[in-house]
């Protein structure tokens, strides 16, 4: 899936920091006219380039997630999960290349730790990132209850 929203990741990390084409396709070890081909869909990186391409432009986990919230819900539905939440350093806009994605759910009946675990499995993929999951009843713990209250629909 991040190949092919290649072109939005790459564009959308690379001004979330304000960076020109030009500084990232240095960065890169690039030439500029090849990062405007990317970003416009002429060209579509191979894996290791976008990868190249996402830490040099130091993507953070929020750009994925909104970009990709529609399908991660969806996949959510797809492992008997509903009411993705998002808490932590994204919510806060903390988050940077180096952080994870903070999830809360709500298990639907018949929902299993195979279900939370292929759910974050489907996630890392679809983002990226590493994914940490609690669940809605995780948080009346009382070291987990901030979460309830930190936590909004992704």
Do not use: C, W
């Amino acid at each position: 899936m991040l190949l092919d929203r290649s072109s939005e990741l790459i564009k959308f990390a690379r001004e979330d920091i304000g960076m020109s084409q030009t500084d990232l396709a240095r960065a890169a070890g690039m030439q500029q006219p090849t990062i405007s081909a990317y970003e416009s869909g002429r060209k579509r990186p191979r894996p290791e380039t976008l990868q190249r391409l996402l830490a040099a432009a130091r993507l953070r986990p929020s750009i994925p997630l909104e970009l990709f919230a529609d399908v991660i819900r969806a996949e959510a539905g797809r492992f008997h999960l509903s009411n993705v939440r998002v808490f932590g350093s994204t919510v806060r806009g903390e988050d940077n290349e180096h952080s994870d994605i903070d999830l809360l759910v709500s298990l639907e009946p018949g929902a299993s730790l195979f279900d939370l675990g292929g759910f974050a499995d489907a996630v890392e993929q679809l983002t990226g990132f590493e994914v940490d999951i609690l669940t809605e009843d995780q948080t009346f713990d009382e070291h987990f209850s901030h979460v309830r209250d930190q936590a909004v629909p992704l």
